[in-house]
């Protein structure tokens, strides 16, 4: 916040359109990180979930996610999750990790990406997406709401 008042005060002093458009990058890249590929196809699944297609979310994760949950265990779970949180009104893109391992995973390529989200009756969801890399493509490996 600092960083764009003092934006704005430079913008006051100086004048010039240069220091204008120097100062919305800034701030533009300090409220918000660039999203990804990883991170756009995390944002296609979860609004999967927000259509209530559990069957589709299901076949759109990766094989790691598969092989912990059937379709009918997804299903019955995601709902009783989500349901009670009510209808997203926001979802901001937060944050994109990547690491090479993960806790009862196999060695691969993950993305943590995590989203900000507003639901109708959780206003300050956060909403985590573990992605495994799946030649060509970024699969779901695991969903988690705090």
């Known amino acids: 916040m600092s960083l764009i008042i003092a934006a ?8 010039q ?3 204008r458009v120097s100062a919305q990058n800034i701030s533009t890249s300090i409220a918000r990180p660039a999203e990804t590929k990883a991170s756009a196809d995390a944002r296609k699944w979860v609004e999967l979930l927000d259509e209530g297609q559990w069957d589709a979310s299901w076949q759109a994760a990766g ?3 598969k092989a912990k949950i059937t379709p009918a265990q997804w299903a019955t779970t995601i709902q009783s999750v989500r349901q009670p949180l009510g209808r997203p009104s926001s979802r ?13 995973t196999p060695a691969g390529d993950y993305q943590i990406i995590q989203f900000q989200t507003r639901f ?3 206003p300050n969801a956060v909403e ?7 030649q060509p ?7 988690f709401i705090r």
């Open 92 to 104: 901001t893109f937060q944050s994109v990790m990547q690491t090479k391992t993960l806790p009862g």
């Open 17 to 19: 359109d240069d220091a």
């Open 63 to 65: 094989t790691l996610f």
């Open 137 to 143: 493509y970024w699969r779901v490996s695991g969903y």
């Open 120 to 122: 109708a009756n959780k």
């Open 128 to 134: 985590t997406v573990v992605l495994s890399r799946e």
């Open 8 to 15: 704005a005060a430079l913008l006051t002093i100086s004048g």
